[in-house]
């Protein structure tokens, strides 16, 4: 039987892949597309995410091959320089094309041992006490302990394990794609940036090897949402905003959004669970679909990985829909709370201007941003005292950087007295012996998320949070 069948191979399935076989869980994941897609629905990554990345030792990969951008403009377009002091090492947006991201996750799926399997469609599933039975569209099934569905916004897995999915559906819809323009650059820009005054939903910007990237709203909502828009739909809808179609030609692809928001009723149903778009979608307002996918990920990975292995406390597997609906809840409420501040009409227009003027002040700068990149995500961890729940930093030890140390996806104890101890928990939990000048509690047990689950110096009060996150001791 395998241990867990992932069904959709973009970010959020790739991700929650390699995090399975980092703890030697063996996973087949499903894709229904032959070939990965090359439309470019994400545009980068957010903070959070590239602290993840880095906690896995995969970051520079990434770095590498993206563009770092000020965080300015990031919560509804209102223009106003990034805030400082985020606490994070990563306070800019890393510009990076959806497709890299995914073949970026993909080869390290693949070098950590994945199966990933093209062409493959799920049409089916059964589950019970013991596993799952996953039907595919050539007559074949698969069998596994557990299946999570990352099969984005129509995610088949979700409608087959009846999980409801209520929200509100498309009512602004938007056209994008890429293709060459007609006119010099310099000239397109300043008539771009003039529509931009009002609509903040349009947008022309060069993508690269004689590429711009197309934003226009559409006409009204289309009645299939699955029937592309065409090259004359484009040059039709540029026109009516901007007077000229300047000249677009040759597309690339070309693809609609629209600001359906919607959330799952409950992220599992038994053996079955939900991540990414399957779980929630959103208007793409501050680019945070992807990164929040990635998130669930991360956070579902150990979880699952613990069960497998034997060793997961009770409720453990519950903690992920506890601890990651709200933060999807947030986002859905920030990414409404955007679209409306971006329409023309009066009384919007009335907010944004207030909003834009609290904004000056940095405090406000700096929450609004902290809820687009992600790093204010506080879970419940049943204590209120800070830092517990929260993510921690790259911290400066004096051997190094913490996150240098969480390669392995394990428990840490960040011990500054040198008299506490891991016992029973050595096999899933590091026990970290330095100091850091960053660090004002003398010791954090971290979760393999990164997130603190404990503080303090008191060895039976340790004891019981490694029970309650890592199970019985061996």
Not at 145 to 155: F, I, K, M
Not at 242 to 251: C, L, N, R
Request: hydrophobic fraction near 40%; glycine fraction near 12%.
């Amino acid at each position: 039987m395998i241990d867990v069948i992932i069904a959709g191979g973009g970010p959020t399935g790739m991700m929650l892949a390699g995090e399975l076989r980092l703890h030697g869980v063996g996973v087949v994941l499903l894709e229904r597309d032959l070939e990965p897609t090359k439309v470019v629905r994400a545009l980068g990554l957010h903070a959070r995410s590239l602290e993840i990345l880095d906690q896995r030792g995969l970051v520079d990969r990434f770095l590498a091959l993206g563009t770092k951008h000020p965080l300015a403009g990031f919560f509804a377009g209102i223009d106003k320089p990034a805030p400082e002091r985020l606490g994070t090492k990563y306070p800019h947006a890393l510009g990076l094309p959806q497709p890299t991201t995914e073949r970026l996750l993909t080869e390290h799926a693949v070098e950590a041992g994945v199966d990933v399997r093209r062409g493959c469609t799920v049409t089916g599933l059964a589950q019970d006490d013991e596993g799952v039975t996953v039907e595919l569209a050539d007559g074949t099934s698969l069998r596994a302990r557990y299946l999570v569905g990352c099969d984005g916004g129509r995610s088949t897995v979700r409608k087959l394990a009846g999980i409801g999915f209520p929200g509100e559906p498309t009512r602004v819809e938007t056209l994008l794609g890429e293709m060459e323009i007609g006119m010099p650059w310099e000239e397109a820009m300043p008539i771009m940036m003039e529509v931009r005054k009002t609509r903040k939903l349009f947008g022309i910007g060069p993508f690269g090897d004689g590429v711009y990237r197309v934003v226009v709203p559409a006409d009204g909502v289309s009645e299939d949402r699955s029937v592309l828009p065409t090259l004359d739909d484009f040059k039709a809808r540029l026109r009516h905003f901007a007077g000229t179609d300047f000249g677009v030609h040759s597309p690339r692809w070309m693809s609609r959004f629209g600001d359906a928001t919607r959330q799952a009723e409950r992220y599992r149903s038994g053996r079955v669970f939900l991540a990414g778009d399957a779980a929630h979608i959103h208007p793409p307002t501050g680019g945070q679909g992807l990164n929040l996918g990635l998130q669930d990920a991360f956070n579902l990975g150990w979880k699952l990985a613990a069960a497998l292995r034997g060793w997961a406390p009770e409720g453990l597997l519950d903690t992920y829909e506890a601890e990651r609906h709200p933060v999807a809840e947030e986002v859905l409420n920030n990414t409404r709370a955007q679209i409306e501040l971006m329409k023309v009409e009066p009384g919007p227009q009335s907010v944004r201007r207030l909003l834009t003027e609290l904004v000056q002040f940095e405090e406000v700068n700096r929450y609004l941003i902290e809820k687009i990149i992600a790093v204010s995500v506080r879970y419940d961890l049943g204590s209120a005292d800070d830092p517990v729940g929260r993510r921690i930093g790259d911290l400066a030890l004096k051997g190094g950087g913490l996150y240098d140390r969480m390669h392995s996806g394990r428990g840490i104890l960040l011990d500054q007295t040198g008299a506490l101890s891991v016992g029973g928990w050595a096999d899933r939990v590091d026990h970290l012996v330095d100091v850091s000048e960053e660090l004002d509690v003398p010791a954090v047990l971290l979760r393999p998320d990164g997130h603190v689950a404990w503080t303090g110096d008191d060895q039976h009060d340790l004891e019981g949070r490694l029970a309650r996150w890592f199970g019985a001791a061996s």
